[in-house]
């Protein structure tokens, strides 16, 4: 395993500019994912790092050496692609076995045996070996797909949103396997999604991407608890933050349209107008609460309840654990966590 | 406004049951969901009411009456499809009035009308577009639109929401609820998305296997389903099902020191059993977790990350087939993978299905299943 | 209510369906009568090839039958007129032939001719020109399939200047009708010295049979997801390599598709075959036409020929028949 770095990479394609000068580094044995939505130049970003495009500007180090000049081959780095990686022709052993019988490191069949077999065991896809891939679930198609990947000893795993192509259960369970055998085996991972719940379990560290732009880099936690822009605070957390504007007066903002004030944090100094940002877990239903709404819907999912809750003109997305007997038009009164809210500029910068 | 009934409906193709014969009424005003995985025949009994496909068995009633064998456009019903089905070459407001021209409604009726709906659903600013430069979201707007201006006795959806990506349907599905609620008109919905059928319906159908599972309403089937296949189905992680083995009035579960008790709604039912083997159901938030000496113990072999919650996965016994269940977690606590838990079930929350039949054991009373407000105030405080 | 409803019986059954598992007595009828249909379509385009077949085993005097006959003793007069050249034998040589005849120093085809009073002097031509079709159309279609192959695979994954115009001047040597460019290729084929040579043809159908293969195989190639080659390449492989172990078997199909157009092409060009052959190089196509202009036309022998002809494309289209089903789809259906 190896620490992976990447500086000041840009590059361009001939409609649009993929990747902007983008920096950041994937530590040894680090689950590293990078988290945005579609056309954010995620996927340009590892197939740089695997030379399968070449960057315009900027360096890709492997443990602090130049790598630009090397070929796919020679990088030595594991893929594991979204979809469409497992040759229909082969079985199962020989897709396992495929990186390892390749003429830059052939081994003899015995250990291509041998770990093909480990593999597949730590996988649960023994008993699939001899089938041939076209006859698989997707599930099975992803396992043998990730399988591929683990059969070598690679200097870092790049794995593109290997689980979006799955249904929601299965993708789940997948989710807690890859997380499992991460920690315990202490892999170094770069990992691409646009799922929020992927990046926030799976990953030590985040790095958000939009437009080709870091926009912000951070553990889960940073990442949700300090967004950096309004962007970031909306792509994580469902349902999603609330953001409301509001004007300060004194010390006290107060939420355009609505009776809803907030106190400014102590010992800081924030503009005039601000967007607040409120989780939808710190607004709290209690009987004496400060503020008072209507439910103007209710959406039971199970785990949690999601409450919106009409307060003057405003909507206000709130959530409740397990199932709840509130109804549409109930008068709620609730408080808000006053020392988890977040401000954000005009401009959607967090201040 | 409309009731719909089905008396013994079933579709038969050649040996095999599409639908097997089944009854339902659905309320006026009501939003029911057809919820199934695919292939399990709610698309089929949909069409079945539409008119689109024919039954081979039994009747269908739309207000007292009977509808079986009338063309689809009789019935007085309006389908929306999960491929918005609107027309290419028409401007929006060509298709939303498209209903009303061929029904042969004045011109200066069509204008209002279609106002009226394009005022309910925001989207007086596309009139002038065609449908194919729109977003998925706008595209299910203007198809709901179309519907919408009938003025059916009722609605049918099939997963409408199907083609949206993630978040847009989680908007949308707060928007036909809404609609629903200012409209108050019965409504049919199908989906294969749970979290779906669970955030909109009044009741839900689950069905599979061409066969109805059970039909209640949402907290029935999250807390109390009738069999392991809505167990497993409904709920995201579905319920921690886990084998049992009954020993006196206490159930052993898998691990080492793992002994829960009997909850005592369920000794009856279980003394008809005749058998030491259960299945233990309980959902991710019947377990708390505690420090000081629950009644299961686990090791934690995952950690999800819901941004509001953290769900973990514990891993009970060891070694081979070893048996993970969900709990969920307050979202700051930090959980090492490998690290021992030991954690609380709430026995009004436990159930137990019988491993054989796959059914649920017969319980006493309806425990409490739904928290108060108070209760919610209690839970957000810990 | 329900009693007085089963009383009328449905007033209109409603048998929209999208189901395709449906199988109603309707469709079921339906389906009957599409097969009869086939069968019939089947039959009427079948009776060229019977005559054909028959009227190759026909006597002369059989053939030119008013109404043709379908029920005759088969003879191999039409296989002897069509390999051998012959003579007619004067009365005394014919004598002699008998007696030989008698012996048994003569063999099946020299009895044949014999009965038709006539000498066989040597072997056609029609073999020769049948290896010539062979040599020609098979080498240009390996040719026209392994470089289009490589072209296609080329235009598909790289980025190439001026990619389009590119194409569409491979696709436009397919565009002047044969005739126009015959006369112009054969004054400069004589120059060349490529007039009536093996090479000539070769070279010329490959030409010709390029544009078809490339755009053909990269319809194909564009089908097969990248990932399978960026795979290949991060495990371990060169580019060439993942060509061979997993761009290859995958576009099998395609490929098989392709072999059967092109040498079916080959196979049955005639315009250029005409003008710029003349002997040597001679394939079937116009040596079977030509068979017309001789003297009296012996129908059965043409009607041998054409059967000869036609055997070795039947043959490799039934060897390839199950690249070719998923084959002309284009990919839509993946093995």
């Not at chain 3, 019977?50 to 085993?57: K, L, S």
């Not at chain 3, 005759?72 to 034998?89: I, K, N, Q, W, Y």
């Not at chain 3, 099946?108 to 290896?131: C, H, K, M, N």
Request: hydrophobic share 45%.
């Amino acid at each position: 395993m190896s620490t992976v770095e990447l500086q000041h990479i840009t590059k361009h394609f001939p409609t649009v500019t993929a990747l902007r000068d983008v920096s950041f580094t994937v530590q040894d044995r680090e689950f590293f994912v990078l988290l945005g939505p579609t056309g954010a130049g995620k996927t340009t970003t590892l197939r740089i790092i695997a030379a399968l495009l070449k960057q315009d500007e900027g360096h890709v180090l492997f443990d602090g050496e130049v790598v630009d000049h090397l070929t796919p081959a020679d990088r030595d780095v594991a893929f594991v692609f979204q979809q469409y990686s497992l040759y229909p022709t082969m079985t199962v052993f020989e897709n396992l076995a495929f990186p390892l019988r390749s003429p830059k490191r052939r081994l003899p069949e015995v250990e291509i045996r041998r770990r093909v077999e480990h593999a597949a065991e730590v996988l649960r896809i023994g008993h699939l070996l001899n089938r041939k891939t076209a006859r698989l679930s997707g599930g099975e198609m992803q396992r043998v797909a990730i399988g591929r990947a683990i059969v070598r000893q690679p200097r870092i795993f790049l794995m593109d949103e290997p689980l979006s192509n799955l249904d929601a259960k299965l993708r789940e369970a997948l989710r807690a396997e890859l997380q499992h055998m991460q920690k315990t085996q202490g892999n170094t991972v770069l990992f691409v999604t646009h799922d929020q719940i992927e990046a926030l379990t799976l990953a030590d560290r985040i790095a958000v991407l939009d437009h080709g732009r870091i926009i912000q880099i951070g553990t889960p936690a940073d990442i949700y608890d300090r967004p950096a822009t309004t962007f970031v605070a909306t792509l994580v957390g469902t349902p999603r933050i609330n953001l409301l504007p509001a004007v300060r007066e004194n010390s006290t903002y107060y939420v355009s349209h609505s009776e809803l004030h907030l106190p400014m944090p102590r010992d800081r100094n924030l503009p005039v107008q601000v967007q607040v940002g409120i989780r939808p877990e710190d607004i709290r239903l209690a009987a004496d609460g400060p503020f008072a709404g209507t439910v103007a819907l209710t959406e039971p999912l199970g785990i949690e309840t999601i409450v919106h809750i009409h307060t003057g003109q405003q909507t206000l997305l709130s959530i409740l654990p397990g199932m709840t007997d509130l109804k549409r038009n109930d008068v709620v009164r609730f408080h808000i966590l006053t020392e988890r809210l977040h401000f954000f500029d005009t401009e959607g910068r967090r201040v | 406004m409309a009731t719909i009934e089905l008396k013994q409906v079933a579709k038969r193709f050649g040996q095999n049951w599409a639908v097997k014969p089944m009854d339902l009424t659905v309320q006026d005003g009501e939003f029911l969901c057809l919820l199934g995985p695919s292939g399990c025949g709610k698309t089929t009994t949909l069409r079945m009411i539409s008119g689109l496909e024919a039954v081979t068995e039994g009747s269908i009633w739309l207000n007292g009456r009977n509808v079986t064998w009338e063309h689809p456009s009789k019935r007085d019903i309006a389908f929306v499809f999960q491929f918005y089905a609107l027309y290419p070459h028409l401007s929006v407001w060509e298709n939303i009035a498209f209903p009303l021209q061929a029904e042969g409604e004045k011109k200066e009726n069509i204008h209002k009308r279609v106002a009226e709906v394009v005022e309910i659903l925001r989207i007086g600013h596309l009139l002038r577009q065609r449908p194919g430069r729109l977003s998925g979201g706008d595209q299910q707007r203007v198809a709901l639109a179309r519907a919408l201006v009938r003025r059916p006795a009722a609605f049918l959806m099939d997963e409408p929401l199907g083609a949206l990506d993630a978040e847009l349907r989680e908007s949308m599905r707060a928007e036909i609820k809404q609609l629903h609620i200012h409209q108050h008109a019965t409504t049919v919905y199908v989906t294969h998305d749970q979290v779906e059928a669970m955030a909109m319906s009044d009741r839900i159908v689950v069905m599979s296997a061409a066969e109805v599972q059970q039909i209640g309403t949402p907290a029935q089937v999250y807390y109390d389903p009738t069999n392991l296949f809505v167990a497993r189905f409904i709920g995201s992680p579905g319920m921690n099902l886990v084998d049992g083995r009954l020993e006196g009035d206490r159930i052993r579960l898998p691990g080492t020191e793992n002994v829960i008790p009997i909850p005592p709604a369920y000794r009856p039912g279980l003394q008809a059993l005749g058998s030491a083997e259960v299945i233990v159901g309980f959902r991710p938030e019947a377990a708390m977790l505690s420090s000081d000496g629950g009644l299961v113990q686990g090791e934690v072999y995952a950690v999800d990350m819901h941004g509001a919650y953290k769900l973990l996965h514990v891993s009970l016994g060891n070694g081979a087939g070893n048996t993970i269940v969900h709990i969920r977690a307050d979202r700051l606590a930090p959980y090492a993978i490998g690290s021992p838990v030991r954690f609380h079930l709430n026995m009004d929350m436990v159930r137990l299905f019988d491993p054989k039949t796959e059914k649920a054991i017969p319980r006493l009373s309806e425990g409490a299943t739904v928290m108060s407000v108070s209760d919610l105030a209690r839970e957000v405080g810990r | 209510m329900t009693a007085s409803f089963y009383e009328k019986g449905p007033a209109r059954p409603i048998t929209e369906s999208t189901r395709v598992d449906k199988v109603s007595p309707r469709a079921r009828w339906l389906g009957k009568v599409r097969a009869l249909l086939v069968l019939v379509f089947a039959f009427i385009g079948l009776i060229p090839i019977f005559v054909m077949g028959i009227t190759a085993f026909k006597t002369r005097a059989e053939v030119v039958s008013v109404p043709p006959k379908v029920i005759f003793s088969p003879t191999l007069e039409g296989f002897v007129f069509l390999l051998t050249e012959r003579a007619v034998a004067s009365p005394a040589r014919i004598e002699q032939l008998r007696a030989e005849a008698q012996v048994g120093e003569l063999n099946l085809f020299e009895r044949l001719a014999l009965a038709s009073g006539q000498e066989i002097t040597g072997p056609s031509d029609y073999v020769r020109r049948l290896i010539n079709s062979l040599i020609i159309a098979g080498i240009s279609t390996v040719f026209s399939v392994v470089l289009g192959l490589f072209a296609a695979y080329a235009f598909s994954r790289f980025e190439v200047k001026g990619k389009d115009d590119l194409l569409f001047f491979i696709l436009s040597t397919r565009m002047l009708p044969a005739v126009v460019v015959t006369i112009p290729l054969f004054l400069m084929y004589r120059q060349l010295a490529l007039h009536d040579t093996h090479l000539g043809m070769i070279l010329l159908y490959t030409v010709f049979n390029l544009s078809l293969s490339v755009w053909l195989l990269k319809g194909f190639i564009d089908e097969i997801p990248r990932e399978y080659e960026d795979a290949a390449l991060v495990d371990g492989y060169t580019r060439m390599q993942a060509f061979f172990k997993v761009v290859l078997p995958q576009a099998m199909t395609g490929i098989a598709a392709t072999t059967v157009f092109c040498l079916i092409f080959a196979w049955n060009e005639y315009a250029f075959a005409l003008m710029l052959t003349s002997d040597k190089a001679r394939t079937a196509p116009p040596s079977i036409a030509t068979m017309l202009g001789r003297g009296g036309i012996e129908w059965s022998a043409i009607a041998a020929g054409s059967l000869g002809f036609l055997i070795p494309v039947v043959i490799v289209a039934f060897a390839l028949r199950n690249y070719l089903l998923r084959g002309v789809t284009f990919g839509a259906i993946r093995q």
